[in-house]
């Protein structure tokens, strides 16, 4: 029976990316890989943690590897309060890495409920573009407008907005995520049907142009992590 103090070292271990230590836990006790950690991450499990926001841990890709091959139930929902699966998680963060090793031991790419909705709801509704792409190049549906303009994916967007049912709302937060993914044609597309310039929808903030003009998620970590550093941007 794994001890608090196992279950503290694995989550250290994890974080750190330090795979010697992480083996010999897992080797000592098997349980840990699909455990709940005796609670000390707040019903989180070992792949929820090596998929924390804001991702990008020391050694992800072989930490998650690790854990599966040591019985880590892939799809597994946390009990932290958001419910969501490690490859929602991942998906939030823009960790393209470790989103294939989740993939290729057969995560749900159509796993439902999460925070915005599926795996790929997520990806495009936080700005995770390279997630985005792996997830619809790995056969993620691509059913609402948002996703196929986010994505740049033309075709499909001409299939989905010229449905007689589409509605205006749709319209317009398509071209609000055609802007937020940096797709100029797809905006192109959609202000010749009508989209509203002025729209932001509820969860947005400022301007189509204001959200043209942020970096994506992987990118903002990125930078936060080099002003985490004292690196400053050069003078004006």
Not at 13 to 29: H, Y
Not at 113 to 119: C, H
Not at 121 to 133: P, S
Not at 161 to 172: E, G, H
């Amino acid at each position: 029976m794994p001890s608090n103090d196992d279950y503290l070292h694995t989550i250290r271990a994890i974080r750190a990316g330090d795979i010697a230590v992480l083996e010999s836990l897992l080797q000592a006790n098997p349980e840990i890989a699909s455990s709940r950690l005796g609670g000390l991450a707040g019903g989180r499990t070992p792949l929820h943690v090596a998929t924390d926001w804001p991702g990008f841990f020391p050694n992800a890709p072989r930490v998650v590897g690790l854990l599966i091959d040591a019985g880590a139930e892939v799809d597994v929902r946390g009990e932290d309060g958001s419910g969501e699966t490690p490859l929602h998680w991942t998906a939030s963060s823009d960790d393209q890495a470790v989103a294939r090793v989740l993939i290729d031991a057969g995560a749900d790419i159509e796993a439902p409920a999460g925070s915005i909705g599926t795996p790929l709801d997520n990806a495009v509704g936080y700005g995770c573009w390279n997630v985005a792409r792996l997830l619809v190049e790995r056969g993620a549906r691509v059913d609402e407008p948002w996703h196929a303009a986010a994505l740049g994916l033309l075709d499909r967007l001409d299939e989905l907005v010229t449905d007689s049912s589409v509605t205006q709302a749709a319209l317009d937060q398509a071209f609000w995520h055609a802007c937020a993914g940096g797709q100029r044609r797809a905006a192109e597309m959609l202000r010749d049907l009508g989209a509203d310039l002025d729209f932001t929808p509820d969860y947005g903030h400022g301007t189509v142009l204001d959200i043209a003009s942020g970096p994506g998620t992987q990118r903002s970590n990125l930078i936060e992590w080099l002003e985490q550093l004292g690196v400053r941007r050069a003078e004006a």
